[in-house]
T-cell receptor
């Protein structure tokens, strides 16, 4: 079963712009992760943020987590055409180690 | 990170038949996971496979339809039984990373049932 919702479902931006994707979830979590999937490279783990963290950076990626609102956001700065992919948030379980994925956001970066 | 391979990479099967998908990891792992990704959809967890015990299935998935084997710490198989066109999906296996809860995924098996 899926944890929650992501918005927008689809996003189209010009190269160089920033892209923001949001994720909401329903139950308490240990951590939240973001993954990228494109046809060429499969599903790749991008970043993990723990429930006691509020913000995390990795290169051009910035992730925030608001556990009071049960939501997270992924910001990709200075987007590139190669960032075109589907992005999924996923929550880690508190009981044992299974990861549940949200519905995803399809990002298109136009050169 | 773990390197995961899957066989076959894709297959076209007839209704009513079964297909066994293999997943091989380059290191020993305790837990392996099987996901299904229907066309245009997100990933749905089918089951968690621990070596030496029965797989744990998620709601909506049953062992008779998706039997799983886990004979050792580097290998698992998922069988899609008595297939119907609704089983057409990408099936992915994954393992948990050594440091935290991140997961590493195989390239997937694209199954088309006609």
């Amino acid at each position: 079963s899926q944890q929650g919702e992501e918005d927008p479902q689809a996003l189209s931006i010009q190269e160089g712009e920033n892209a923001t994707m949001n994720c909401s979830y329903k139950t308490s979590i240990n951590n939240l992760q973001w993954y990228r999937q494109n046809s060429g490279r499969g599903l790749v783990h991008l970043i993990l943020i723990r429930s006691n963290e509020r913000e995390k950076h990795s290169g051009r990626l910035r992730v925030t987590l608001d556990t009071s609102k049960k939501s997270s956001s992924l910001l990709i700065t200075a987007s590139r055409a190669a960032d075109t992919a589907s992005y999924f948030c996923a929550t880690g379980g508190t009981s044992y180690d299974k990861v549940i994925f949200g519905p995803g956001t399809s990002l298109s970066v136009i050169p | 990170s773990a390197v995961i391979s899957q066989k076959p990479s894709r297959d076209i099967c007839q209704r009513g038949t079964s297909l066994t998908i293999q997943c091989q990891v380059d290191s020993q792992v305790t837990m392996m996971f099987w996901y299904r990704q229907q066309p245009g959809q997100s990933l749905t967890l089918i089951a968690t496979a621990n070596q030496g015990s029965e797989a744990t299935y998620e709601s909506g998935f049953v062992i008779d339809k998706f039997p799983i084997s886990r004979p050792n710490l580097t290998f698992s198989t998922l069988t899609v039984s008595n297939m119907s066109p609704e089983d057409s999906s990408i099936y992915l296996c994954s393992v948990q990373g050594p440091l935290s809860y991140e997961q590493y995924f195989g390239p997937g098996t694209r199954l088309t049932v006609t």
